[in-house]
């Protein structure tokens, strides 16, 4: 726990933490806006499918639970990129500090380092995870009720959905962990990270659709690859028509989060720290 302290206090001593915070509150705001704006698409009827398969899904996504469940974790898509970047840089600023040395001269064995530093991640994850459900208990009631749906905070499912938001939350940190360690440079890892978290996600989406649409039907199933459809699939209310279970998300997220953790284990017992 010393060492995990101790990797807590390094961020803490660098202006990063309140920067990614400051950052965090507006695009918070924006997917809070967002999630409300097709919520009500959705309850009005706005909302086209596109086909018979396309109408299911958005016959599915309408219901009050699954709308529920999408609002009640909302500030997941950016709230995981803070905790990406942040778990990432509990790595990397070993390198740009020039604290590296150091720290492993301190502590010889390079894997509880490694482990320090994904339970400093894991708890920044659950902090922001704390931060954006307080939130959305706050103000989500209020948008239900604009829509003239119950608060749905009675069903079992809204709070399954909530502690598989802190999960994703979690796997999200060790994954950030993993790649800072395979990405050394503090500026190259937080570039990199945020451009393909972000614009990456949208150029998987669109080979899948295009090969769904053009090469086979079966393609559709696997976008459940890309990290950040895997963790939306884990929240949803119901299994929804088209797409796999909840469980494969779940499943799909764990997998990367063990490589990246493991992988990133490896690499720094045996890499030359200088």
């Not at 898509?77 to 720290?103: D, K, N, P, R």
Request: aromatic share 8%.
């Amino acid at each position: 726990m010393r060492l995990v302290n101790a990797e807590l206090f390094k961020l803490r001593t660098t202006a990063i933490w309140w920067i990614m915070g400051l950052i965090l509150l507006p695009l918070y705001a924006a997917s809070l806006g967002f999630n409300w704006l097709s919520s009500y698409a959705l309850v009005s009827g706005q909302a086209d499918g596109g086909g018979a398969d396309g109408q299911a899904q958005v016959d599915a996504a309408s219901l009050p639970i699954n709308i529920a469940t999408n609002m009640y974790t909302t500030g997941q898509y950016m709230g995981v990129l803070i905790v990406l970047l942040l778990s990432a840089i509990i790595v990397t600023s070993e390198f740009f500090h020039l604290t590296a040395t150091t720290t492993f001269l301190v502590t010889p064995r390079r894997e509880a380092v490694i482990l320090a530093k994904l339970g400093a991640g894991v708890i920044v994850a659950l902090l922001v995870w704390a931060l954006t459900t307080l939130l959305d208990l706050l103000l989500v009631p209020i948008i239900m009720d604009a829509l003239n749906l119950p608060t749905q905070l009675g069903e079992p499912a809204v709070w399954r959905s909530i502690g598989l938001n802190a999960l994703a939350f979690v796997l999200w940190a060790v994954l950030g962990v993993g790649l800072g360690v395979l990405i050394r440079s503090q500026l190259a890892a937080t570039l990199i990270l945020g451009i393909v978290y972000t614009i990456g996600t949208s150029v998987f989406q669109v080979i899948f659709a295009l090969l769904t649409n053009y090469v086979a039907q079966w393609f559709e199933n696997l976008q459940v690859l890309v990290p950040t459809t895997a963790s939306q699939l884990m929240l949803s209310g119901t299994e929804l028509p088209g797409n796999p279970p909840r469980w494969v998300g779940a499943a799909v997220l764990i997998g990367y989060a063990a490589v990246a953790g493991v992988v990133g284990t490896l690499i720094t017992k045996r890499r030359d720290i200088s």
